[in-house]
C-alpha cells in the first residue's frame, strides 16, 4: 500500500527508475487512456537499460502521447514510498509542451485526452499522480 508520495531537488542518477510527464498541448492538459483501463493517467514509464531518466521521459511522452514536437524539461524527483512491504522507489517528473502529435497512436495507449482541467477522479494512480500534478502547479512550471 502506497504511505505517501515525496519530492527530492537532487537523488542518486541510479535511483531513478521511472519518469513521468505532466505535458499540456494548446493550454489544455494531456492525458492518455490505455487500452485496457476506463482511467486516465499522465504520461510516463520505466527507464530502460543504457537510457537516462531524461531519455526515458522523452521516449515515453512520444510513444504514448504520440507527440512529435515538444519542448521537455525537468520539475524534480519523486518517490513513492510503501509501507507492505517497505520500500521507496524513485522517478523524475517532467514538464512538456506539445506543439504537434502524430495522426494515430502505436502503442498500448487506446486515447489521448486534452482537459482544460485535470480529471476530478478516474485516475489511473489516485495516490500518485494527483500529486505530481499539485507539485508542477505549486512550482509554476507552465504559463
Known sequence: MIK???FYETAEDSLLKFAVILARADGKWVFCKHRERTTLEAPGGHREAGETVEEA?????????GAKEFTLGPVCIYSVVRDDPPSESFGGLYYAEISSFEEELHSEIEQIVLL???PADN?????IQPQLLEEVKRRKIFQ
Open 57 to 65: 521521459a522523452a521516449r515515453e511522452l512520444r510513444e504514448e502521447t
Open 123 to 127: 485516475w489511473t494512480y489516485p495516490e
Open 4 to 6: 505517501e508520495v515525496r
Open 116 to 118: 482544460n482541467e485535470p
